[in-house]
DNA sequence: CGCGGCCCGGAGAGCGCTCCCGCAACAACG
DNA sequence: CGTTGTTGCGGGAGCGCTCTCCGGGCCGCG
């Protein structure tokens, strides 16, 4: 293959010239060349490859307004993208998805609210397609510039203005059954017997921590008074959330923690204060990060979701959108995928 | 701020036109105001203000050359890029660096050999004025392709075709001193009193593996045997490395492990055959990765590494070098970052 | 009061591509 | 054999911007 690391590269121009027919015979065959000859086709590709054309796609994106490429926007404190292979799962389940439909990824860091005005001014230039959007918080004032813009944008898990799942969405989301997991953990905390399950919550900013939470209360045997105590999703907090669950209600006999995270900062207190996991204390944690939940002492009974099939899903559906007529008419739907209780040795 | 979400934007001519002036005064505006009367300049600012002007990009790449953006580009099997938020941190930084220089930050993770082809044409078009590349393999064909494309690319980790580090480069690139943290794990086992120390390398074709596994050799003890068996820096590695080496050396009393992860893998073998942390046996891991190693029981001492300024620094050397007169020469310079002891509770 | 220099602003030529339109050439039909 | 339809390709306009000229005003100085 040719190079051209100074010099200018070839343009349809040189193509064109190269191969006898015109620009626009060119740039029909680079465009899937309907309604040109074979040989004709034949003639220019051979051209195309000799010279190692390759489209300028800035050129192409003047004229065409579409960028084949989106935005994926992560706005998460330090504290939560350092220690937690969350996005870098999700990001790749969204990658695999854009690379196959030959789409861009523009990665957004939100590193402090002042970066929002660089954020909103770089989606309304026109770089980006559409966007993907993570881990929104009451007042982000993303959704308010993707809708302002008018840049079709899919979120992932749900915004926290929104309605519980089920209620009409309003904007285009996907998430885990963050409820139904919880559901699932208590409803086995029950099952093997424990009547004094408490329950230590994410923040209480975020939707996946409060659709756990409501979960929590749902699964929740009737004869077991509720005992919640905030983290916020870090081991240090879960730490913090066991001791004072500790002093309030040392009766306990399980705890279903809303992470992982949490869930091993839970499991140093109780070693600390010599409860043992499971016989004393039974101890269920949400997302199944292996890295953690598996290396856990002991191994962490905890409620598997499918985080890279929802990123898949995010792209898949925001893709669907911008093909479908280059209308970007992104129909507000929410789409929860399952979640299962994977069983180890903490409960 | 006026809104566009389906007419179309308003141009440089509209705004010129508003303003009472050319395009390109308000182009001149627009880009600095260089050479414009305050008067004026304040009038086009007006304009663009009442108009919601922002600037095309791509007719401004098309005539420039220049994208504002860079490629980051990582290369890394699942298993790793999972259970590791290393490239979280790193690309945390680049996105730091890249955001002060109002350059933007496409992601491309190769999945497989195939996708080779795929980034190659994505360089070659010119989406991108530079590229971040990341833990490449002795055989991996990026640096090929980015040599013959001719575009400016900073590696993050030493190159495996590179002669170790304080040699000739002929590539830039940015690492952590690998041997020297190995030293100190080491030389720190050896003033605790350990006389058998033992490695757990990682794999035998990344040079931060190899480079761990030279400062082993290096500070190991005159009279102490090596004793080294390979994992890949996971934990599951680490788990079969340290059955291995107990079951070959089981005089041994003390383990550097090239990973935190492979420590924690370790840490359960340990366990599991009864053998105490840190009295019968001391582990000193490599990396810091803090949701591991304090999390881990005991916690770990291990060789820290600054990772998000490593991304820092990668950025930094690239934006350099394309910026210089747009020249694009990236003097071919290995920057070592320095590596420091933290001492927990596993050595 | 006149002239050279300087500074500000305008006109215009592209950057490389797509896409609409129009013109051939040929087949088919009355 | 003229007319219409169909298919294949070329011409040309224009996407929105930057940047190089160039001209016109205004100053200072003689």
């Given at each position: 293959?040719?190079?051209?690391?100074?010099?200018h590269?070839?343009?349809l121009?040189?193509?064109?010239?190269?191969?006898?027919?015109?620009?626009?015979?060119?740039?029909?065959?680079?465009?899937g060349?309907a309604?040109?000859?074979?040989?004709?086709?034949?003639?220019?590709?051979?051209?195309?490859?000799?010279?190692?054309?390759?489209p300028?796609?800035?050129?192409?994106?003047?004229?065409?307004?579409?960028?084949?490429?989106?935005?994926?926007i992560?706005?998460?404190?330090?504290?939560?993208?350092?220690?937690?292979?969350?996005?870098?799962q999700?990001?790749?389940?969204?990658?695999?998805?854009?690379n196959?439909?030959d789409?861009?990824l523009?990665?957004?860091?939100?590193?402090?609210?002042?970066d929002?005005?660089r954020?909103?001014?770089?989606?309304?230039?026109?770089?980006?397609?559409?966007?993907?959007a993570?881990?929104?918080h009451?007042?982000?004032?993303?959704?308010?510039?993707?809708t302002?813009?008018?840049?079709?944008?899919?979120?992932?898990?749900r915004p926290?203005?929104?309605?519980?799942?089920?209620?009409?969405a309003?904007?285009?989301?996907?998430?885990?059954?963050?409820?139904?997991?919880a559901?699932?953990?208590v409803r086995?905390l029950?099952?093997?017997?424990?009547?004094?399950?408490?329950?230590?919550?994410?923040?209480?900013?975020?939707?996946s921590?409060?659709d756990?939470?409501?979960?929590?209360?749902?699964?929740?045997?009737?004869?077991?008074?509720?005992?919640?105590?905030e983290?916020?999703?870090?081991?240090?907090?879960?730490?913090?959330?066991?001791?004072?669950?500790?002093?309030?209600h040392?009766?306990?006999?399980a705890?279903?923690?809303?992470?992982?995270?949490?869930?091993?900062?839970a499991?140093?207190?109780?070693r600390e204060?010599?409860?043992?996991?499971p016989?004393?204390?039974?101890l269920?944690?949400?997302?199944?990060?292996?890295?953690?939940?598996?290396?856990?002492?002991?191994?962490?009974?905890?409620?598997?979701?499918?985080?890279e099939?929802?990123?898949?899903?995010?792209?898949?559906?925001?893709?669907?959108?911008?093909?479908?007529?280059?209308?970007?008419?992104?129909?507000?739907?929410?789409?929860?995928?399952?979640t299962?209780?994977?069983?180890?040795?903490?409960?």
């Amino acid at each position: 293959m040719p190079e051209h690391p100074t010099g200018h590269r070839p343009t349809l121009e040189a193509v064109a010239a190269r191969a006898g027919v015109s620009r626009a015979t060119v740039s029909r065959v680079v465009n899937g060349g309907a309604g040109v000859r074979q040989l004709v086709a034949d003639k220019v590709r051979e051209a195309v490859a000799e010279l190692g054309y390759v489209p300028n796609p800035a050129a192409r994106t003047l004229v065409t307004r579409r960028t084949g490429a989106v935005a994926v926007i992560i706005a998460e404190p330090e504290v939560r993208i350092f220690s937690d292979p969350f996005f870098s799962q999700q990001v790749r389940g969204i990658s695999k998805e854009l690379n196959a439909h030959d789409t861009q990824l523009v990665l957004l860091l939100v590193e402090g609210p002042e970066d929002y005005e660089r954020i909103a001014r770089y989606l309304a230039g026109g770089h980006v397609d559409g966007a993907l959007a993570f881990s929104l918080h009451a007042d982000d004032p993303l959704p308010a510039i993707a809708t302002r813009i008018g840049l079709p944008t899919v979120y992932g898990g749900r915004p926290a203005w929104t309605p519980a799942p089920g209620g009409p969405a309003g904007v285009t989301y996907v998430d885990a059954d963050n409820r139904g997991g919880a559901r699932l953990a208590v409803r086995h905390l029950a099952d093997r017997g424990r009547t004094r399950i408490a329950h230590i919550a994410g923040p209480g900013d975020m939707t996946s921590a409060t659709d756990r939470l409501d979960g929590y209360r749902d699964a929740l045997p009737p004869a077991c008074p509720p005992m919640v105590a905030e983290g916020d999703y870090t081991v240090e907090g879960g730490a913090r959330a066991m001791a004072d669950l500790l002093e309030r209600h040392p009766e306990l006999d399980a705890v279903f923690a809303a992470s992982d995270q949490m869930a091993v900062g839970a499991l140093r207190v109780l070693r600390e204060r010599a409860r043992r996991v499971p016989q004393d204390v039974a101890l269920v944690g949400f997302d199944d990060m292996r890295s953690v939940a598996e290396c856990a002492d002991p191994p962490l009974t905890t409620v598997h979701q499918d985080i890279e099939g929802m990123g898949r899903m995010m792209a898949r559906l925001l893709l669907g959108a911008l093909d479908r007529d280059r209308g970007g008419i992104l129909a507000p739907t929410s789409l929860i995928t399952p979640t299962r209780l994977v069983r180890r040795d903490s409960a």
